[in-house]
């Protein structure tokens, strides 16, 4: 008489345990959608609290202390001290460069780079300047 293969009790064991996997998962979400008298109350407190909300009060806080922040950083970035910083940058890649720390590629990101941070404020200029 021939034996069943090793995997048919393993199978039936799977197939049981599936089964029983998506019982319990239709039944957790049968429960789940059902509505009580708590989520009702919920639902119409916060349809309530909508109503009678305020403005935010966003719109009347002063920013200007960390805008004049923001706008010496940029100011300090593309005016005469950002020319220093990119020119001893340039200096620095090139003599990297030079003596073979760094390749041809890695000196033009960092060329790159600057000239992004340079041409920042006139790409923002342009994009805010559109709408």
Known sequence: ???QPFW?????????????????????????FQTSW?????VASLALFLL????ALAQSIDLSPIQSLLQGIV???????GVV?????VLGVFLSWFFNIIDLRQAL????GIAGVAAAPTIVA??????
């Open 1 to 3: 008489m021939m034996s």
């Open 8 to 32: 048919k009790p393993l199978l039936k064991i799977l197939i049981a345990n599936v089964t029983r996997a998506r019982s319990a998962a239709v039944h957790w979400r049968s429960h789940f």
């Open 38 to 42: 708590i989520s009702n109350l919920f």
């Open 52 to 55: 009678i909300a305020e403005p």
């Open 75 to 81: 100011d300090a970035l593309t005016g005469p001290l």
């Open 85 to 89: 910083i990119a020119t001893l940058a």
């Open 109 to 112: 990101w960092v060329l790159v």
């Open 126 to 131: 342009a994009v805010f300047a559109g709408g």
